[in-house]
C-alpha cells in the first residue's frame, strides 16, 4: 500500500538524519575539549582577585586592594591622555564626567584663570610635573622648556598667547617703560618686564618676529609667576617635626631606648 511504503521511506529518513545528527553532535563535543570554556579576553584572568572585597563599592574595593597588594589599581595618567588623543576617550564623556563630580562649584571663578572646571579640564589634559629644586633650576636653564612651547600646545593657543603678550607689551612696556597708570602693574611686575626687554633687546623690538616673541612670552609667564608666588602669602604652617617613639618612651619613663642599640650601632660603623 502506497501509505505502509511511505511510512517506510519516513522511517529510513530518519534514522538517516538521526545518524547525522548524532555524528555532528560528536563532532562538536570532540571540539569542544580543544576550546577554552572562557571566551577570548584581551588579557589573563584566572579569577576576581579582589573577591574578599566584594562587600565594598568597586572604586572603593579597588583603591583598597591597590594598598594592600602593592598594586597599580588604573593606568597611568599619560596612558589616559594618550587614549584622549587619539578618541577612545571622548572629550564630551570627559566633560560631563567633571561636570558632574564638581557639581554646583564647577561655575565658580578660580582667581584670573577661569572657572573651576576649566582649570580642572586643564590639569586633567596637561601632565603637571614636579620636580626637585635643582631639577627645575637645571630644565630652565639647558632645555627649551622657556623657548618653544610644549609639542601639545594647540597651534591656536600658541598664536594667541604670543599675539596677546606682542600686543600688551607694544601697548604698555614699549621702549622699556610703561605707558600704564603707575597702579596697573605691580613694581616687581614692571621691573621684571623691563629687565626682559633688555636682554631680548628692546632697541630692536620693532623687527621681533615669531622666534622672538615665543621664548619673551614663555619666560615672561615664568617670571610673572615665580614673582606672584613669593609675594603671595603663606598661610599654611610648617609641617610639624615627626615624633620619635623614643622621644614619647623618653617622656613617659625617663628611660632612653637609644641607649640600648647605641653601642651596637658604633660597633657595626667600625
Not at 6 to 23: E, F, G, I, P, W
Not at 218 to 244: D, M, T
Amino acid at each position: 500500500m502506497p501509505e505502509i511504503a511511505a511510512l517506510k521511506r519516513t522511517v529510513v529518513a530518519a534514522k538517516h538524519l538521526d545518524s547525522k545528527t548524532d555524528q555532528l553532535r560528536h563532532l562538536i563535543e570532540h571540539a569542544a575539549h580543544l576550546l577554552p570554556s572562557q571566551g577570548p579576553l584581551t588579557v589573563f584572568v584566572h579569577h576576581n582577585t579582589i573577591h574578599h572585597f566584594e562587600d565594598m563599592p568597586f572604586a572603593d574595593a579597588v583603591e583598597h586592594a591597590s594598598h594592600v597588594y602593592g598594586c597599580q589599581p588604573y593606568l597611568s595618567e599619560d596612558r589616559y591622555r594618550q587614549e584622549l588623543a587619539r578618541g577612545r576617550i571622548r572629550q564630551e564623556d570627559l566633560d560631563a564626567v567633571l561636570q558632574n563630580d564638581l557639581g554646583d562649584p564647577a561655575d565658580d571663578l578660580v582667581g584670573l584663570l577661569g572657572t573651576r572646571f576649566h582649570l580642572r579640564l586643564a590639569m586633567l589634559r596637561h601632565s603637571l610635573r614636579s620636580a626637585p629644586s635643582a631639577e627645575l633650576r637645571w630644565v630652565v636653564a639647558e632645555t627649551d622648556a622657556l623657548r618653544t612651547f610644549r609639542d601639545d600646545m594647540p597651534e591656536e593657543h600658541r598664536q594667541r598667547m604670543t599675539e596677546m603678550t606682542r600686543r600688551w607689551i607694544m601697548r604698555d612696556f614699549r621702549n622699556g617703560r610703561t605707558h600704564a597708570p603707575a597702579s596697573s602693574h605691580p613694581p616687581q611686575l614692571q621691573s621684571t618686564v623691563a629687565e626682559l626687554l633688555d636682554g631680548f633687546g628692546v632697541e630692536n623690538i620693532e623687527q621681533w618676529g615669531d622666534a622672538d616673541w615665543e621664548p619673551f612670552s614663555l619666560q615672561l609667564l615664568w617670571r610673572a609667576c615665580y614673582v606672584g608666588v613669593q609675594s603671595a602669602h603663606r598661610n599654611a604652617k610648617p609641617p610639624a617635626r615627626p615624633e620619635r617613639h623614643r622621644d614619647v618612651l623618653l617622656a613617659a619613663t625617663g628611660h632612653d631606648s637609644d641607649e640600648l642599640v647605641n653601642d651596637v650601632l658604633l660597633t657595626a660603623a667600625r
